[in-house]
Each structure stands twice: as C-alpha cells, then as structure tokens.
T-cell receptor
Framework: GAVVSQHPSWVICKSGTSVKIECRSL??????MFWYRQFPKQSLMLMAT?????????EQGVEKDKFLINHASLTLSTLTVTSAHPEDSSFYIC???????????FGPGTRLTVT | AQTVTQSQPEMSVQEAETVTLSCTYD???????LFWYKQPPSRQMILVIR??????QNATENRFSVNFQKAAKSFSLKISDSQLGDTAMYFC???????????????FGEGTQLTVNP
C-alpha cells in the first residue's frame, strides 16, 4: 500500500513552453501533497505544500506564477512549469500524506529537461 | 527555523562491515520526528528508519539502527553487515510536529553518498 506515482518520468520540452507533471496517490487519499526540487548530487528542496481543495503554500523564493500547483482531488496534484527555461531543468519529486499520519510517501520523480 | 547538517558528503565501506553516518540538527522544538531516507540510483526516496523524539529508546530496523542523543541534537545511522544494495545517498530529515499533521513538513540534510565496495 501507500503508492505514489508520477507522470511523466522524464520530459523534454523547448524553452518557453509549459509542462505539466502529475502526482497521484494510488491507494490512499492524500490530504496533503508536497513538491520538491532536486539538483544533481544535492538535497531535496521543498517548493510548496498543497492541501486538497486549497491554494498551495509556496516556500520563500519559489515563484508561484511560474510553478503552478493544483490539488483538486484527494488523489491528484499537478505541477505546471510555465514558460520553462533551461535553468528549470531539474528532478521534481512529489510526496503525499493522509490527514491522520505524519509519514510522507514519495513518488519516483520526474526529470525535466528544457532545451 | 530548523536546520539539519550531515558533515560527511561521501563515505565508503567494505561489504559485510559496519558504517555510521552522522547527522546533527538544530531546533528549539521539543516534539518532533527524525528520519533517515535512502535514495538509490533510481532516485526513489525510501524510508529507512524513523525516531520519535519523545522516545528514549533508539529505533532499529533489521540491519539499521540509530543513536539518538536528544540533548546533543545528534541522530546517527548505523548500518551493520553492509550490502552492495545499500549503496545510495542517505538523507537525514527533521519534522516538527504540529497539532494538525498537515502542517508538518520535512527538512532534509545535505546527504551522504555511501558506497559499499565488494
């Protein structure tokens, strides 16, 4: 149980275009989802926290107009990178948690390459 | 704000031997959880072990155990009988406990790359 999926696993897009990454909890209801960014050989940096049905809370320094997060249902959250640029190339990881548990379940990550 | 420090960027160990990874943290909170996560080359984050701060007994999970020193704010991970599959990046993480679990989030250390040599 407690499986989180991400789609796509790897995406290449051209500079200036937008790309959407999906995060799904497959066998539980995720009241809270988290989005992280990870550069090679570095740690995970929290970008934003989203609660189902509410606006996401972004960490300081994260552009909310560039990284649009939607958590419209208890099993799906999406991260849209708008007007992507090469510096947005990174590994994006989501995690999910239920209302009554502190434990976060991580997705397998999405590698974004902007050319 | 909480900070988590892992002072060993890289470590290596021979197969079947024991290795200890260090982690220190800084917080003024009294109620929190500590975690060790493993990130193998696949980059899937895997929970290795967790420790509740209110528990004095050190957590153990098979070959993995921790040395939790609350007063010193130290949380080291010991891996016994190291296996080739233990090769991974290991992250120490801190979570402050709120009244609502939805408010809690993880703060990660910089990571330690562990290589197990045959």
């Amino acid at each position: 149980g407690a499986v989180v999926s991400q789609h796509p696993s790897w995406v290449i897009c051209k500079s200036g275009t937008s790309v959407k990454i999906e995060c799904r909890s497959l066998d539980f209801q995720a009241t809270t989802m988290f989005w992280y960014r990870q550069f090679p050989k570095q740690s995970l940096m929290l970008m934003a926290t989203s609660n189902e049905g509410s606006k996401a809370t972004y960490e300081q320094g994260v552009e909310k107009d560039k990284f649009l997060i939607n958590h419209a249902s208890l099993t799906l959250s999406t991260l849209t990178v708008t007007s992507a640029h090469p510096e947005d190339s990174s590994f994006y990881i989501c995690s999910a948690r239920t209302r009554d548990s502190y434990e976060q379940y991580f997705g397998p990550g999405t590698r974004l390459t902007v050319t | 704000a909480q900070t988590v420090t892992q002072s060993q960027p890289e470590m290596s160990v021979q197969e079947a031997e024991t290795v200890t990874l260090s982690c220190t943290y800084d917080t003024s909170e009294n109620n929190y959880y500590l975690f060790w996560y493993k990130q193998p080359p696949s980059r899937q984050m895997i929970l290795v072990i967790r420790q509740e701060a209110y528990k004095q007994q050190n957590a153990t999970e098979n070959r993995f155990s921790v040395n939790f020193q609350k007063a010193a704010k130290s949380f080291s991970l010991k891996i016994s009988d190291s296996q080739l599959g233990d090769t991974a990046m290991y992250f120490c993480a801190f979570m402050k406990l709120w009244g609502e679990t939805s408010g809690s989030r993880l703060t990660f250390g910089e990571g330690t790359q562990l290589t197990v040599n045959p």
